[in-house]
């Protein structure tokens, strides 16, 4: 385990392949899908720039880009990387609402971020309205109604499968609004958006058939502390994981590799 480790943490970004192929999913694979309320905290509060953050105080007329303290990420599965936040890789900068809606194109992924709570993640439909999973719901909103003192980016290639089509995508997304309660098969708002824009299964709570040889490896890039790895048997588990670090910036004693610091 530890030589398999060794070579997928220092593999470099292009020698590695990317996601499905076609990104889409048949009916037959889904295997033991669950469906349940969703039981994270998904509140888009209201917060002022100030309060969320970002490395300077910012007022009400400034609309960015602007750099925010966050810890950054990289996962695999396998051998595969499937999901990138490292900032010496990509444009890790946040825009007001206002300012992303002047960049965005319909079936886009959107982030919104503050300090101290998991990401929220929205599907950009068109004319200021977002479809997204709030409060155990998933509904139409106008972003800039809902951003609250969030800033926000777009994150399209934050995970490395390839995407549906942009029709699709909203199919996905507008095909659900309404549903609430126990119809519901996404434990958080990052894993709705991103099954819309995906349409893998994986992103259904229950929705992976487990194996012994699939395992998902997060790599979490902490301050100070160096790089820890942890193991998941689905990408459900290691996308909660990831979000309840966000919001606390502490790890739980979870499944660590080679002791989980390098």
Request: hydrophobic fraction near 35%; aromatic fraction near 8%.
């Amino acid at each position: 385990m530890g030589n398999q480790l060794d070579r997928i943490t220092h593999l470099s970004y292009s020698e590695l392949p990317t996601g499905d192929p076609s990104g889409l999913e048949k009916d037959e694979l889904r295997v033991g899908v669950a469906y349940f309320f969703s039981d994270e905290e998904e509140e888009v509060d209201d917060r002022t720039p100030s309060d969320c953050g970002f490395t300077k105080d910012l007022s009400p007329a400034e609309e960015g880009p602007f750099s925010v303290s966050e810890v950054e990420y990289s996962a695999f599965c396998s051998q595969e990387c499937i999901f990138s936040k490292l900032r010496e890789n990509e444009d890790l900068n946040v825009y007001s609402a206002k300012t992303l809606l002047t960049m965005c194109k319909p079936g886009d992924l959107l982030e919104l971020v503050v300090a101290a709570q998991p990401p929220h993640w929205v599907i950009y439909e068109h004319d200021d309205q977002v479809i997204h999973l709030h409060k155990g719901e998933i509904r139409k909103d106008n972003l800039l109604e809902i951003s609250s003192g969030r800033y926000g980016r777009i994150v399209n290639n934050r995970y490395r499968y390839r995407p549906l089509p942009p029709d699709l995508v909203m199919q996905n997304a507008a095909g659900h609004l309404g549903l609430s309660s126990e119809d519901i098969c996404w434990t958080n708002s990052e894993s709705f958006a991103a099954w819309c824009r995906f349409g893998k299964r994986e992103f259904k709570a229950g929705g992976e058939a487990h194996s012994a040889e699939q395992q998902y490896f997060l790599k979490v890039h902490l301050d100070g502390s160096g790089v820890h790895t942890l193991v998941f048997r689905s990408l459900e588990d290691m996308i909660r994981e990831r979000r309840r670090v966000d919001a606390s910036g502490i790890l739980k004693e979870l499944s660590l590799v080679n002791g989980g610091k390098e």
